[in-house]
């Protein structure tokens, strides 16, 4: 089984070093062609009902540390120290708070615990849809979210049949809203197909797979146990230990394609919660300053671009979505 | 008779004198006058014990404890009691088809996930630099033995994580694979400590995709530790002293009471903060480490806090690897006095609550203990109590600076003799066998929390 894996990151490491080569085949061709389809309507779309697109940000004194074992890269900024943006979320809140209805096109780096390399889901260097809506739900996050996803796809059929064929694709038509099970649900689920996970984390990886495997249409999975999630993600006040937040997951075992919540903005409630990072919240000042003087509540979520591209595409792995892609621990141009 | 009374003039006028000297002393033994005085010329350096002695005897820092504070029972109090009737010895007999002798005694054990070949951690010592000087020698010694190694707080944020800062101090990427590459195979593992200003440089991030660790990853031998308070300063964070050069280096990163930019000493204390805690923050820590970290050991460790059960509870119903409780004790080295005298209980009220927490919630966990613990019989009488090893910090630096990673070494050999002798000697052959009824203790209300026999009963 290991010695599987090792060739596999061997002949991944082979191919990645010469990714200028992929650009000229027609299969590129036709996914970066499909990505663009998607991210004009995605844009159309957000535009339509009322969202304003920001420049993102990229580097700052502190950025989303609520990644899974991701380290951020570091950098000497005139004598401090900065972060590339792992996920433009602080910033998000800020533009929102100023604007209700934003979004970037955030591009965001993380690097990934080597394990990731062979999941066929992960990049160091990725670009992710972040966006935010004022005074909404996780509900009303949840609805754009799936209206998102039916306007890349309904428009990539339509603008993309001959990519489509040359992939081998074939996209089925979904109409919202998409299925709703909570965290407790989906773990029973998987119980009940003979995979234990515990409780109080994210969904690993291969349950994740599994559970999109069984699934032939797009689903939430909503309600995440505080500790699964990063400080921002807002615990249910009625139900202690429980957040108002969601993955929508895609079917065909694609996985995890967005990830998303209503904000804990209470300054007081932040504190507390960063300290499940063991962290000190003096790193935040800025963020900790901002929600003191207080901005709205908030809901939002992050859609990738490139596992959306793989989905629609029906790709073996998300490095095949990228210009030049970086995968943990491999070293390519 | 001229003579005789000279004599006795001056017998006379020596007891005069002696009496005066004697009442003066019994006045200076009757009133702390030293140590006010101390504090009088010192001001707030007082507070920590001084700092005069050289590098290789600064490892005794804190060793007056047990003087300074009030005396307190320890694991002393405790002895182990042998049977003449000896079924499982009988029963290894049976098995080697000859008489067991004491080597026959099996110590291999897992703790926290890890395997030990005996029950015995290297303490997570931290950046001090007595300590981490002498860091590289403890990480040979610990793999030699196959015992499972802990790395302390601010080592990174202080001697550099991959590269030393400093010519002499090894850094932490050392100290780690100095210990995972010493280790015969099949043995040993490492828990590594995060304090707040390492979590600002994501410490154990950066450990979880180092491709160095990586191997080791994979293989279940890599832990990460929360600390939760520590000995001698249970509520109280890191204090270390650093010198100026240091100080400045590292002003961005912790905290000094002054700026060490404008200060003339040559020593400058640095504190770090105790961390913040209620049940909610430590669960959702422990669950954030297993989301962050699904291939990691959780590891933590516990000062002598009085609310010690509902800790306990908490950490276990999160299903941690380990938690190594260390009493009032232990990690003297770089305590103010006051803490060292006033705070926190002796370790042998923390393992009271232990084996009545064992009692009513069964061996879920692995649970060690430490402070003031340093050679077979202590570890032994705490396997008796039904925790699962001991960690050794200070004998362990003290046996490196007198021998390097020999001297580690031949230490930890001692003790894994004495063990052995001590468990044959007590009928068993296997460490699982160890039990309450191994014990008797010399005091009433301690026998009867821990729950063994009153040696005069």
New interface residues.
């Given amino acids: 089984m290991?010695l599987k894996v090792d060739t596999h990151l061997q002949q991944l490491t082979q191919i990645l070093q010469q990714s200028w080569r992929h650009i000229r085949t027609e299969r590129m061709k036709a996914t970066l062609k499909i990505q663009q389809a998607a991210c004009d309507a995605m844009r159309s779309y957000l535009k339509s009902v009322g969202f304003m697109e920001l420049l993102p940000p990229i580097i700052g004194p502190v950025t989303d540390p609520g990644i899974?074992?991701?380290?951020?890269v570091?950098f000497d900024y005139y004598g401090?120290e900065y972060k590339v943006m792992s996920s433009a979320i602080l910033y998000k809140q800020a533009a929102m708070s100023g604007l209700g209805k934003i979004f970037f096109m955030s591009p965001n780096i993380r690097?990934?615990?080597?394990?990731s390399a062979s999941s066929g889901r992960h990049l160091v260097e990725f670009v992710q849809l972040d966006l935010e809506i004022a005074n909404a739900t996780y509900f009303d996050a949840m609805s754009v979210a799936e209206n998102l996803l039916c306007a890349a796809m309904n428009t990539v059929k339509d603008e993309c049949k001959r990519e489509l064929e040359l992939l081998g694709r074939e996209l089925p038509t979904f109409s919202p809203p998409f299925k709703k099970f909570t965290y407790d649900e989906v773990l029973e689920l998987l119980r009940k197909n003979g995979m234990k996970v515990?409780y109080?984390?994210?969904i690993?990886w291969d349950a994740e797979y599994l559970i999109s495997k069984i699934m032939d249409e797009p689903f939430f999975i909503i309600d995440y146990?505080?500790?699964?999630r990063g400080f921002y993600d807002r615990e249910d006040e009625n139900r202690p230990?429980i957040l108002r937040d969601f993955d929508l997951i895609y079917p065909e075992g694609y996985g995890e394609g967005a990830s998303g919540a209503e904000r804990e903005y209470r300054y007081d409630r932040v504190m507390?919660?960063m300290?499940?990072?063991?962290?000190?919240p003096r790193?935040y000042a800025w963020y900790l300053e901002m929600l003191r003087e207080g901005i709205p509540p908030s809901a939002g979520f992050g859609i990738g671009v490139e596992r959306l591209t793989r989905y629609l595409c029906g790709l073996n792995a998300v490095w095949e979505a990228r210009l030049c892609p970086k995968v943990?621990?491999v070293y390519s141009p | 008779m001229q003579v005789s009374r000279v004599t006795l003039r001056l017998f006379l006028s020596l007891h005069r004198l002696y009496s005066i000297f004697g009442d003066l002393h019994q006045i200076w033994r009757a009133y702390p006058f030293r140590e006010i005085i101390d504090r009088a010329r010192r001001g707030v350096e007082a507070i920590y014990p001084a700092d005069v002695l050289k590098p290789s005897i600064m490892t005794l820092k804190g060793a007056d404890i047990y003087s300074r504070a009030k005396q307190f029972a320890t694991l002393d109090e405790l002895l182990l009691l042998p049977p003449a009737f000896t079924p499982l010895r009988l029963k290894k007999m049976s098995e080697l088809l000859r008489e067991p002798l004491f080597s026959d005694v099996d110590l291999r054990h897992k703790i926290g996930g890890f395997n030990a070949a005996m029950p015995v951690m290297a303490a997570s010592m931290g950046s001090v630099h007595v300590a981490n000087k002498i860091s590289l020698e403890v990480a040979r010694g610990a793999a030699k033995l196959g015992i499972p190694m802990g790395v302390g707080e601010n080592v990174a944020t202080t001697w550099g994580y991959s590269r030393r800062v400093k010519a002499n101090q090894p850094c932490f990427k050392e100290r780690v694979m100095t210990y995972l590459e010493g280790l015969e195979e099949g043995y040993g593992g490492v828990a590594i400590q995060q304090s707040v200003e390492d979590a600002y440089n994501e410490l154990w991030n950066r450990v979880y995709s180092d491709p160095d660790i990586e191997p080791y990853l994979k293989k279940g031998m890599i832990g990460f530790e929360i600390k939760i308070g520590q000995g001698s300063k249970p509520g109280l964070g890191g204090e270390a002293r650093l010198t100026k050069e240091d100080a400045e280096r590292l002003r961005d990163k912790y905290h000094f009471s002054e700026d060490p930019r404008e200060v003339s000493r040559g020593v400058i204390e640095r504190h770090s903060a105790p961390g913040t805690y209620v049940p909610e923050i430590l669960r959702s820590m422990v669950r954030m480490m297993r989301n962050n970290y699904p291939r990691c050991r959780v590891w933590v460790k516990l000062g002598p806090f009085r609310d010690l059960p509902d800790v306990l509870n908490t950490l276990l119903d999160e299903g941690v690897d380990a938690v190594w409780i260390d009493g009032k004790e232990g990690g003297t080295g770089m305590s103010p006095y006051a803490s060292m005298r006033h705070l926190g209980l002796p370790l042998v009220a923390a393992l009271c609550s232990v084996s009545e927490f064992l009692k009513s919630r069964g061996r879920l966990t692995s649970i060690l203990a430490s402070g003031r613990l340093f050679d077979g019989g202590h570890l032994v009488k705490c396997l008796c109590l039904g925790l699962d090893g001991v960690a050794f910090g200070r004998p362990l630096a003290v046996a490196a600076w007198a021998g390097g990673a020999r001297g580690v070494e031949n230490y930890l050999r001692t003790v894994e003799v004495e063990a052995k002798m001590l468990v044959s000697a007590l009928g068993k052959y296997s460490i699982n066998d160890l039990s309450p009824e191994d014990l008797g203790c010399l005091d009433r209300d301690i026998a009867e929390r821990l729950g063994v026999r009153y040696v005069y009963s």
Avoid at chain 1, 111 to 115: A, G, S, V, Y
């Fill in positions: 290991e899974r074992g991701a380290k951020q570091t401090r690097l990934e615990p080597i394990d515990r109080g984390v994210e690993p146990p505080r500790g699964a230990g507390a919660r300290r499940e990072t063991g962290e000190d790193k943990a621990g």
